[in-house]
Structures are given as structure tokens and as C-alpha cells.
């Protein structure tokens, strides 16, 4: 990429430097209440501005979650909106357009890539974002900004899943549910690069998929009780939980004594801690941490070709509520990414 030069402000007092001024109000979707897909809706806001460490990111494309759908239809982290109209989205991946200081690492024009602290600031549905300098890495070299992405919030939560959490290790046995969605891809790849032995449920169309990713074995959720077919595993990593079929109380009898149950779907089995202990193993919930560290190790990762990142359909920002109803169909395979702007 050619950079354009830089711009320093003439104010003496002034600590930001800029590529160039942008604009006072920006494209973002919104909803103004919880409701279904269709609350989602296209609105002229304010360009928000950094204070102290933050910087100001022109969003080139945002990632969808789950969790986005959840919070639109006023679960997920809707408790923490403190006010309407809101905008959704927690990663993104764009260009600097305002660093904190002349000599930051992030200067104006660094494509970069990262995690907002939504709802505590707004949503990455928007043509600009402030973020805080350490909730962001250098965008990958061989990732598109739309590959990008996806990246952030869904490999982050696999990160903290699979390396801070299970510590996967040589020879441990992981079951991962959900394996071919956003969090499910990264976990089975991370989990097979640290050695673990992998298995990953899924439909079967993406079985083959899966094997390629890195998973030892893959079983057909609609064909086999994944009960039936294992047994003495080390950890589970629970992307779906009570709210499909019991399988976060099917998970608990697969676990050797002692093993790690780790539930990760907001509201997706109340009560799994008390159940896991009557089963004699342990559990734990996980949320993820926006660590730009771990997300520029992730990077690394990435270019290096150890890891991939799965787009599976990408949407422009006005179709964001097509996106949302593509999103809760259940069947995406990897990650839905808006197109925000021009790359």
C-alpha cells in the first residue's frame, strides 16, 4: 500500500496526527429498539472522536457474530446500550485515520484490524470507529480487509478457548461443537497446530472441510449421537449449548473424571456449572478478550499459512439486515463480513 504523507496539526497543543480531516457525520445501520433482522436500518450519525489512547479507524469491513443478532433482538449485550438508536459490531478491519500521538506505533494510513468495545462505544456497522490502541493489531499482509474482517472477535474467543483456557497440548483429546462456524474454525485449527486430537461436530457437507482444517475426526450431528462415538475426552469446547438437542448435558458424559467443560453461547445452559460438578468434572464459561497481543500473534499466524479465516458470504452495509437473517438461518460456514467502504 502507498501511503499518503503525513499531516501534523499546527497547534502546539495538539497530539493527534491525521491523514486527513474526516467528514462531520458518516453512513452507519442502526436500530432503534430490539426486534427481529428488520430493525436494522440505515442512518446519518456523527463521526465519533478519540480521546487519549484511542484511535480513529476509517472501517473498511465489519465482521458479524452471532452475538450481534443477539443483541439486536434485546438479549446478548442489549442490557448494556445505554441509549437508542444503537450500532452494532465488535470487529472490523480498516485504515487509522487519527493516531493518539506523533510517534505511536499506529500511525495514519496502517491498515489494522481489532475489536471495539461495544456497547460501551458504537458499533463497527459504521463507516468510522474509535477503538483503544490496545484492542487492535496490523492487519495481516495476506488478508483482504473483508478477510480481515472476520478475523478478531471469533479468533480471539477460539484463542482464550483453546490456548489460555484448555491449554491445548500434544496428544489431548478436544471435543469441539459447531466446528465449521466463525469460533468452531479457529478452535479446531488451534487446537490441531498445538497437537491436540480433534474432533468437531458439524453437518455433513462440511465434514471434508473440517478433516482439512485439522480435525482428527469429524461426526455428523444429524446422523450420531457424538455420545455413541467417544468417550474419556479431555475438554469440550460447547459453541452450542442446552438450547439445541441437550448437547451441553450430552457433553458432560463424554468427558473423562476430572476433564474441562467450557460453555461459550451467552444464556446457553443455566445451571451447566452445578451440572458439571455432579459429574465429576469441571466448567467454565468464556468471554472473549479484545488483546491486540494475542490478535497480532494471531496475524502470524495467518500469514504464515499455519491458520486460515473462512469468508463465507459478504454483504454491503445497507444489507445488513439480510445479513442477520443469512446469519440466524444456523448454516454459515465460517464468517458473514460487511463491506462498510471502498478498500
Not at 159 to 183: D, K, N, Y
Not at 306 to 329: I, K, M, N, P
Given at each position: 500500500m502507498r501511503f499518503r504523507p503525513l499531516r501534523t496539526a499546527s497547534a502546539p497543543h495538539s497530539t493527534a496526527v491525521t491523514v486527513s480531516d474526516p467528514p462531520r457525520h458518516m453512513r452507519a445501520v442502526v436500530f432503534d429498539a430490539p426486534g427481529d433482522a428488520g430493525a436494522l436500518h440505515e442512518a446519518s450519525v456523527a463521526v465519533p472522536s478519540p480521546v487519549l489512547s484511542e484511535l480513529l479507524v476509517r472501517?473498511?469491513?465489519?465482521?458479524?457474530?452471532?452475538?450481534?443478532?443477539?443483541?439486536?433482538g434485546g438479549a446478548?449485550?442489549?442490557?448494556?446500550?445505554?441509549?437508542?438508536?444503537?450500532?452494532?459490531?465488535?470487529?472490523?478491519?480498516?485504515?487509522?485515520?487519527?493516531s493518539p500521538y506523533e510517534s505511536h506505533p499506529l500511525q495514519p494510513g496502517t491498515e489494522v484490524f481489532g475489536m471495539v468495545p461495544f456497547p460501551r462505544s458504537g458499533g463497527t456497522?459504521?463507516?468510522?470507529?474509535?477503538?483503544?490502541?490496545?484492542?487492535?493489531?496490523?492487519k495481516p499482509t495476506s488478508l483482504s480487509h473483508v478477510e480481515a474482517a472476520g478475523v478478531p472477535l471469533a479468533a480471539l474467543t477460539a484463542w482464550g478457548l483453546v490456548v489460555e483456557t484448555a491449554h491445548a497440548h500434544e496428544g489431548q483429546r478436544v471435543l469441539i461443537h459447531a466446528g465449521?462456524?466463525?469460533?468452531?474454525?479457529?478452535?479446531?485449527?488451534?487446537?490441531?497446530?498445538?497437537?491436540?486430537?480433534?474432533?468437531?461436530?458439524?453437518?455433513?457437507?462440511?465434514?471434508?472441510?473440517?478433516?482439512?482444517?485439522?480435525?482428527s475426526v469429524v461426526i455428523d450431528y444429524a446422523?450420531?449421537?457424538?455420545?455413541?462415538?467417544?468417550?474419556?475426552?479431555?475438554?469440550?469446547?460447547?459453541?452450542?449449548?442446552?438450547?439445541r438437542d441437550d448437547t451441553g448435558t450430552r457433553s458432560l458424559s463424554v468427558l473423562r473424571p476430572g476433564g474441562l467443560y467450557i460453555l461459550v453461547p451467552t444464556g446457553g445452559w443455566p445451571g451447566y456449572v452445578e451440572a458439571a460438578a455432579a459429574s465429576g468434572v469441571r466448567a467454565t464459561g468464556y468471554k472473549v478478550i479484545p488483546d491486540g497481543g494475542a490478535l497480532a500473534t494471531i496475524g502470524r499466524l495467518l500469514d504464515s499459512g499455519a491458520v486460515q479465516v473462512y469468508v463465507d458470504r459478504v454483504f454491503d452495509l445497507g444489507e445488513a439486515a439480510a445479513a442477520h437473517v443469512e446469519l440466524e438461518r444456523g448454516h454459515t460456514r465460517g464468517k458473514i463480513v460487511l463491506q462498510v467502504s471502498a478498500d
Amino acid at each position: 500500500m502507498r501511503f499518503r504523507p503525513l499531516r501534523t496539526a499546527s497547534a502546539p497543543h495538539s497530539t493527534a496526527v491525521t491523514v486527513s480531516d474526516p467528514p462531520r457525520h458518516m453512513r452507519a445501520v442502526v436500530f432503534d429498539a430490539p426486534g427481529d433482522a428488520g430493525a436494522l436500518h440505515e442512518a446519518s450519525v456523527a463521526v465519533p472522536s478519540p480521546v487519549l489512547s484511542e484511535l480513529l479507524v476509517r472501517v473498511v469491513a465489519a465482521g458479524i457474530n452471532p452475538i450481534d443478532a443477539k443483541t439486536r433482538g434485546g438479549a446478548g449485550a442489549s442490557s448494556a446500550i445505554g441509549a437508542y438508536p444503537a450500532t452494532l459490531g465488535f470487529d472490523f478491519s480498516g485504515i487509522v485515520v487519527k493516531s493518539p500521538y506523533e510517534s505511536h506505533p499506529l500511525q495514519p494510513g496502517t491498515e489494522v484490524f481489532g475489536m471495539v468495545p461495544f456497547p460501551r462505544s458504537g458499533g463497527t456497522y459504521a463507516e468510522y470507529i474509535v477503538v483503544p490502541s490496545l484492542s487492535v493489531a496490523r492487519k495481516p499482509t495476506s488478508l483482504s480487509h473483508v478477510e480481515a474482517a472476520g478475523v478478531p472477535l471469533a479468533a480471539l474467543t477460539a484463542w482464550g478457548l483453546v490456548v489460555e483456557t484448555a491449554h491445548a497440548h500434544e496428544g489431548q483429546r478436544v471435543l469441539i461443537h459447531a466446528g465449521s462456524g466463525g469460533v468452531g474454525h479457529f478452535a479446531v485449527q488451534f487446537a490441531a497446530y498445538f497437537g491436540a486430537h480433534v474432533t468437531a461436530t458439524s453437518s455433513a457437507r462440511n465434514a471434508s472441510w473440517l478433516r482439512e482444517l485439522g480435525a482428527s475426526v469429524v461426526i455428523d450431528y444429524a446422523t450420531t449421537r457424538f455420545e455413541d462415538a467417544l468417550g474419556d475426552v479431555d475438554v469440550v469446547i460447547d459453541l452450542v449449548g442446552n438450547v439445541r438437542d441437550d448437547t451441553g448435558t450430552r457433553s458432560l458424559s463424554v468427558l473423562r473424571p476430572g476433564g474441562l467443560y467450557i460453555l461459550v453461547p451467552t444464556g446457553g445452559w443455566p445451571g451447566y456449572v452445578e451440572a458439571a460438578a455432579a459429574s465429576g468434572v469441571r466448567a467454565t464459561g468464556y468471554k472473549v478478550i479484545p488483546d491486540g497481543g494475542a490478535l497480532a500473534t494471531i496475524g502470524r499466524l495467518l500469514d504464515s499459512g499455519a491458520v486460515q479465516v473462512y469468508v463465507d458470504r459478504v454483504f454491503d452495509l445497507g444489507e445488513a439486515a439480510a445479513a442477520h437473517v443469512e446469519l440466524e438461518r444456523g448454516h454459515t460456514r465460517g464468517k458473514i463480513v460487511l463491506q462498510v467502504s471502498a478498500d
